[in-house]
Nanobody, 117 residues
């Protein structure tokens, strides 16, 4: 089993920055990819950014050039550096981890990000 704990959300003004962190514990060797999703009020959860253990990354078009995903050396931590934040980035951000061959998918509890205009 894998457990995820996020941190780093909060309130920031438009144009500001935040850094989200997610630490995985448990069977971390079973993790292939880790990433971040977000869900704004009244909207569906959407992918923000993800990174595989091999270093391949994917980003939502809306965050390209502003957000950067990275993983720690121990591969059990994933970060999301968010720069040039916009009010439309306001959402609850969830950490996600997927196992090899899609064997499992786990979610963190979510951390809220609020960007004021």
């Amino acid at each position: 089993q894998v457990q995820l704990v996020e941190s780093g959300g909060g309130l920031v003004q438009a144009g500001g920055s935040l850094r989200l962190s997610c630490v995985a514990s448990g069977s971390i060797l079973m993790i292939n990819s880790m990433g971040w999703y977000r869900q704004a009020p009244g909207k569906q959860r959407e992918l923000v950014a993800a990174m595989t253990s091999g270093g391949n990354t994917s980003y939502a078009d809306s965050v390209k050039g502003r957000f950067a995903i990275s993983r720690g050396n121990a591969k059990n931590t994933v970060y999301l550096q968010m720069d040039s934040l916009k009010p439309e980035d306001t959402a609850v951000y969830y950490c996600n981890a997927e196992g090899w061959a899609g064997r499992f998918e786990v979610w963190g509890q979510g951390t809220p990000v609020f960007v004021s205009s």
